[in-house]
């Protein structure tokens, strides 16, 4: 069935490091990316999305881009700040819903 | 405005209790999904809805039970309660303009439930 794995956590980095969050995911068809951010005591955001092959998404200096070579949808960042830490989630658009990923906490340190 | 909110946020209760939780959104999406994270931050969709039509029941128990009287509310009944079921649980929804197509996704804020 549809899946998608993430690199299990928790990172913690300092201030200004680089970010790699892995993700890879089953590849039936050619289902929608997501990345969702959820803060501290609150519910997912959207972070950012890719709807086909070769697409990138970005938003608040995060970048991931839709790999169907590798199957891959991979959350980067050049330079991280304290305000980032969070659980990070990969998803997937499946049948009627999305598949989530396990999460990966991140951690910044000043 | 609060696209997408719930009620309540915390939820203290004893086992064998009846409890609902209420979910609203303001966006006039067609879809609105209940999730269950558990304290590991796992996300499992439980239900989802599309104009008031029943489209996702995933293995939950009877116990739980979702009621859409409308296409902007979901609400999340739960009899007989157990200690498993603290979790924290989310409601969501999503446009969805196209049958069979995964549109982003808005969540509201959670409702945090402790069965004692």
């Known amino acids: 069935g549809d899946s998608v794995t993430q690199m299990e956590g928790p990172v913690t980095l300092s201030e200004e490091a680089f970010l790699t969050i892995n993700c890879t995911y089953t590849?039936?068809?050619?289902?929608?990316l997501f990345w969702y951010v959820q803060y501290p005591g609150e519910g997912l955001q959207l972070l950012l999305k890719?709807?086909?092959?070769?697409d990138k998404g970005s938003n608040k200096g995060f970048e991931a881009t839709y790999r169907k070579e590798t199957t891959s949808f991979h959350l980067e960042k050049g330079s991280v700040q304290v305000s980032d830490s969070a659980v990070y989630f990969c998803?997937?658009?499946?049948?009627?819903?999305?598949?989530f990923g396990k999460g990966t906490k991140l951690t910044v340190n000043p | 405005d609060t696209a997408v909110s719930q009620t309540p946020k915390y939820l203290v209760t004893q086992m064998g209790n009846d409890k609902s939780i209420k979910c609203e959104q303001n966006?006039?999406?067609?879809?609105m999904y209940w999730y269950k994270q558990d304290s590991k931050k796992f996300l499992k969709i439980m239900f989802s809805?599309?104009?008031?039509?029943?489209?996702i029941n995933e293995t939950v128990p009877n116990r739980f039970s979702p009621k859409s009287p409308d296409k902007a509310h979901l609400n999340l009944h739960i009899n007989s309660l157990e200690l498993g079921d603290s979790a924290v649980y989310f409601c969501?929804?999503?446009?969805?303009?196209?049958?069979?197509?995964?549109?982003?996704?808005?969540f509201g804020p959670g409702t945090r439930l402790t069965v004692l």
């Open positions: 966006l006039g999406h067609d879809t």
């Open positions: 590849a039936t068809g050619y289902p929608s």
């Open positions: 969501a929804s999503s446009l969805d303009k196209l049958a069979g197509t995964i549109d982003t996704q808005y």
């Open positions: 890719a709807t086909k092959a070769d």
């Open positions: 998803a997937r658009g499946g049948s009627e819903k999305l598949v």
């Open positions: 809805y599309n104009n008031k039509e029943l489209i």
